[in-house]
């Protein structure tokens, strides 16, 4: 086991999550659908990484600018749940996200109540976990090395 995978597992214990990985496809675009994410929200569980496609933007929230900004919105999942979405916009390009939009991500969910967030959807600067994203009209944000939009 890689020197990086057995860090990533000890800082998970080391705070408390529950150390998990979730990935259905390969790449942004390639993932399937959202079953790995509405597996953690129906089983009130965090997941350290999760992929999941076709969420459906159901209402976008003031971007929070206290401290690192963020922008935020409600997804609709195929199960009917509503998650937070909060992506750290100086962490790549805006994403120009409106209601009734179909994307993908990739991040960390964490439960929060009766559903949860998903965030770090954006590379690691750091590589102390995978690398998340948002997909959406064909385009992947977040990747701060690699974005041309």
């Known amino acids: 086991m890689s020197k990086k995978i057995v860090s990533l597992f000890l800082m998970a214990f080391a705070i408390n999550t529950s150390v998990s990985f979730a990935t259905t496809g390969d790449h942004p675009g390639k993932i399937a659908d959202d079953s790995a994410l509405v597996a953690a929200v129906n089983g009130h569980r965090n997941v350290f990484?999760?992929?999941?496609?076709?969420?459906?933007?159901?209402?976008?929230?003031?971007?929070d600018?206290?401290?690192?900004?963020?922008?935020?919105w409600e997804a609709k999942l195929s199960d009917g749940s509503i998650i937070t979405v909060i992506y750290n916009s100086d962490m790549g390009a805006r994403v120009p996200v409106h209601v009734g939009d179909k994307f993908g991500v990739g991040g960390q969910y964490?439960?929060?109540g009766h559903t949860g967030l998903i965030h770090w959807l954006h590379d690691d600067p750091k590589h102390s976990r995978p690398d998340g994203y948002v997909y959406l009209n064909g385009v992947v944000y977040g990747d701060v090395d690699h974005e041309d939009n």
């Not at 990484?49 to 971007?63: G, M, N, Q, R, S």
């Open 49 to 63: 990484y999760v992929e999941a496609a076709d969420l459906t933007t159901t209402k976008i929230l003031p971007d």
């Open 65 to 72: 600018t206290s401290g690192l900004p963020h922008q935020k």
């Open 110 to 112: 964490i439960q929060t």
